[in-house]
């Protein structure tokens, strides 16, 4: 019998390549290289990097002149060729000059972006590919400049702001997140300081002082009608709150308080007075800075009555002393249980975990379960087994709701009829819900009527 031929030597994979050795890889190279003149340009940079940073910079200098010079339109047929050429372009100015001279590596990557304004202009683009690619290096601009270090970052980021500011705010304020506090901080000290600044110098400053920390920059980014407003005001608030300046981050609080008898007067819901999570949390902030930590706990335990947060209920829980976390625990179920959202109350017992209160719950206030919440399912598969009543109850409205749906979902509402069966049947005789019999006829007479099956 013949040899069945092997592929694992003929696949194209590294190991296989190096196999062929230097000279015949070599080979195979300048044979490419001459039929594909990206793929040339990359060698010779290649071979740059391994002269100096100075031999590679001089090498995608060329590239860039080359590609900022031209006038020629370029079609969506070549757009292609041409965002290949300037990912190309950044990653051996990330990957190669970076690590051999970060100073050089910036200064080719600031050219590299201002590219874009004359390709904007000349690049057929109506998948907004262009923009994307730019907006999505920032990412390696943070990283360039941090390697490259504030002294070097700050002049020459505060440079392209200061004569470029249109694209660059943009593209500084999106990678601001991933800069170097340092260099944030030197990059904001040299931008103008004037009283306050405004529209897109607002906006990168704002990003610059909170990476930087400078919270006294951060506020003054704000324009004072916007610090009036209640979610911009708690922001501010909160965040002075927590630097410990309570009494400043009182009068940002009270600056943006919401007058509830003038939203009564427009016409808003019951709740209109309610303050927003947002404003909460920082009214919360505010009254620890002051230290006065009762009322902190009671504003607490109002927003807690009104989201159900776990988060402020293990806040509350960690600072009582033991036995007293036990009665906060009763407090915050029976919360839960009465909170005007029965859906709500039910998630945050079923996550806590207190599945017999959220039993309870389910039992009390069966005619308010929603069937299509997203994770009703799983409760069912957490409660059947100690609370079943329960969960028949919420298998027996997800059916409801499925058919609801249509008759795409048939076969699933049938398989939750025999499963509402199979729980009912663990019950009793003395179970307190509707019969298994009367449910299913009701839904076939609904499913009937909507022609589902």
Same mark, same amino acid.
């Given at each position: 019998?013949?040899?069945?031929?092997?592929?694992?030597?003929? =696949?194209?994979?590294?190991?296989?390549?190096?196999?062929?050795?230097?000279?015949?890889?070599?080979?195979?190279?300048?044979?490419?290289?001459?039929?594909?003149?990206?793929?040339? #340009?990359?060698?010779?940079?290649?071979?740059?990097?391994?002269?100096?940073?100075?031999?590679?910079?001089?090498?995608?200098?060329?590239?860039?002149?080359?590609?900022?010079?031209?006038?020629?339109?370029?079609?969506? #047929?070549?757009?292609?060729?041409?965002?290949? *050429?300037?990912?190309?372009?950044?990653?051996?100015?990330?990957?190669?000059?970076?690590?051999?001279? =970060?100073?050089?590596?910036?200064?080719?990557?600031?050219?590299?972006?201002?590219?874009? &304004?004359?390709?904007?202009?000349?690049?057929?683009?109506?998948? $907004?590919?262009?923009?994307?690619?730019?907006?999505?290096?920032?990412?390696?601009?943070?990283?360039?400049?941090?390697?490259?270090?504030?002294?070097?970052?700050?002049?020459?980021?505060?440079?392209?702001?200061? +004569?470029?500011?249109?694209?660059?705010?943009?593209?500084?304020?999106?990678?601001?997140?991933? /800069?170097?506090?340092?260099?944030?901080?030197?990059?904001?000290?040299?931008?103008?300081? $004037?009283?306050?600044?405004? $529209?897109?110098?607002?906006?990168?400053?704002?990003?610059?002082?909170?990476?930087?920390?400078?919270?006294?920059?951060?506020?003054?980014?704000? &324009?004072?009608?916007?610090? #009036?407003?209640?979610?911009?005001?708690?922001?501010?608030?909160?965040?002075?709150?927590?630097?410990?300046?309570?009494?400043?981050?009182?009068?940002? /609080?009270?600056?943006?308080?919401?007058?509830?008898?003038?939203?009564?007067?427009?016409?808003? =819901?019951?709740?209109?007075?309610?303050? @927003?999570?947002?404003?909460?949390?920082?009214?919360?902030?505010?009254?620890?800075?002051?230290?006065?930590? &009762?009322?902190?706990?009671?504003?607490?335990?109002?927003?807690?009555?009104?989201?159900? @947060?776990?988060?402020?209920?293990?806040?509350?829980?960690?600072?009582?002393?033991?036995?007293?976390?036990?009665?906060?625990?009763?407090?915050?179920?029976?919360?839960?249980? +009465?909170?005007?959202?029965?859906?709500?109350?039910?998630?945050?017992?079923?996550?806590?975990?207190? /599945?017999?209160?959220?039993?309870?719950?389910?039992?009390?206030?069966?005619?308010?379960?929603?069937?299509?919440?997203?994770?009703? &399912?799983?409760?069912?598969?957490?409660?059947?087994?100690?609370?079943?009543?329960?969960? /028949?109850?919420?298998?027996?409205?997800?059916?409801?709701?499925?058919?609801?749906?249509?008759?795409?979902?048939?076969?699933?509402?049938?398989?939750?009829?025999?499963?509402?069966?199979?729980?009912?049947?663990?019950?009793?005789? *003395?179970?307190?819900?509707?019969?298994?019999? +009367?449910?299913?006829?009701?839904?076939?007479?609904?499913?009937?009527?909507?022609?589902?099956?």
């Amino acid at each position: 019998m013949a040899k069945r031929p092997t592929t694992a030597k003929k =696949s194209v994979s590294a190991a296989n390549l190096a196999a062929l050795g230097a000279d015949r890889l070599a080979d195979l190279l300048m044979e490419a290289g001459a039929a594909d003149a990206a793929l040339k #340009r990359r060698l010779r940079m290649e071979l740059a990097a391994e002269v100096g940073a100075a031999d590679l910079a001089f090498e995608i200098a060329k590239r860039l002149v080359a590609l900022g010079g031209s006038r020629a339109r370029v079609s969506w #047929r070549k757009r292609p060729a041409l965002l290949n *050429d300037l990912r190309s372009l950044l990653r051996i100015v990330v990957d190669r000059l970076c690590p051999l001279d =970060s100073r050089l590596a910036l200064d080719r990557l600031v050219a590299w972006f201002d590219l874009y &304004p004359g390709l904007a202009a000349r690049v057929s683009d109506a998948k $907004g590919e262009l923009p994307l690619l730019f907006d999505a290096a920032t990412a390696e601009l943070a990283a360039v400049a941090s390697a490259a270090g504030p002294d070097v970052a700050g002049p020459v980021l505060g440079d392209a702001l200061s +004569t470029r500011l249109d694209p660059w705010a943009s593209w500084i304020g999106r990678g601001s997140a991933g /800069l170097d506090p340092a260099v944030a901080r030197c990059l904001l000290a040299g931008l103008p300081q $004037g009283p306050r600044p405004t $529209g897109r110098l607002a906006l990168v400053v704002r990003k610059l002082a909170d990476r930087a920390g400078d919270l006294d920059a951060w506020i003054r980014s704000i &324009p004072d009608e916007d610090a #009036r407003k209640p979610e911009i005001g708690a922001g501010i608030a909160r965040r002075l709150a927590l630097a410990g300046r309570a009494g400043e981050g009182r009068a940002a /609080l009270e600056a943006s308080r919401v007058d509830s008898a003038a939203k009564a007067r427009w016409g808003r =819901s019951a709740d209109a007075g309610a303050p @927003s999570d947002a404003w909460s949390a920082a009214e919360i902030a505010v009254l620890e800075a002051e230290g006065r930590l &009762p009322e902190a706990d009671e504003a607490r335990w109002a927003r807690f009555a009104r989201t159900l @947060s776990a988060d402020d209920l293990r806040v509350l829980i960690a600072r009582l002393p033991d036995f007293e976390d036990v009665e906060a625990l009763d407090r915050a179920f029976e919360m839960a249980a +009465t909170h005007p959202d029965a859906m709500r109350g039910l998630a945050f017992l079923m996550a806590w975990p207190a /599945l017999r209160e959220a039993a309870a719950l389910a039992v009390d206030r069966a005619g308010e379960i929603r069937g299509g919440h997203d994770d009703l &399912p799983l409760w069912v598969g957490r409660l059947v087994g100690r609370h079943p009543l329960a969960a /028949l109850i919420l298998v027996r409205a997800r059916a409801r709701a499925l058919l609801m749906l249509g008759p795409d979902v048939a076969g699933e509402v049938q398989a939750l009829v025999s499963e509402a069966e199979a729980i009912w049947s663990t019950l009793g005789e *003395d179970a307190s819900a509707t019969d298994h019999e +009367t449910f299913a006829a009701g839904l076939q007479s609904e499913a009937r009527r909507r022609r589902v099956w």
